[in-house]
């Protein structure tokens, strides 16, 4: 397989090759097709089915229409702190309210 590069391009891969980092110009191409695959995989990760994005879009548009209402608490920065403590605690409380075992 054959790739042209740009002047730009070529000299950068020249470059790493001199750095000694790599051997040739054939293992710096690989090492750069590998991050734009990690990349792509990452992103394709990150993509909500168009089922899930239409669902959170429905539930934003809920909490919008409730903020609009007056439906909402404020808080400062004490109380922000005692709600995160009590959501910790719910999640740390095992399901059915028992107590843990060691």
């Known amino acids: 397989m054959n790739v042209s590069l740009t002047p730009q391009l070529a000299e950068f891969v020249r470059g790493a090759v001199k750095s000694g980092l ?31 994005t239409e669902e959170t879009a429905r539930r934003i548009k809920a909490s919008l229409a ?10 400062d920065a004490a109380g922000l702190r005692n709600l995160g403590k009590r959501i910790i605690s719910d999640i740390a409380r095992p399901a059915g309210g028992g107590k843990k075992h060691a």
Do not use: I
């Open 66 to 75: 409730s903020v609009r209402r007056g439906e909402y608490t404020d808080y």
């Open 22 to 52: 790599y051997n040739n110009a054939s293992e710096v191409m690989r090492e750069a097709l590998r991050g734009m695959k990690l990349e792509k995989d990452r992103q394709a990760r990150r993509r909500l089915p168009p089922e899930d």
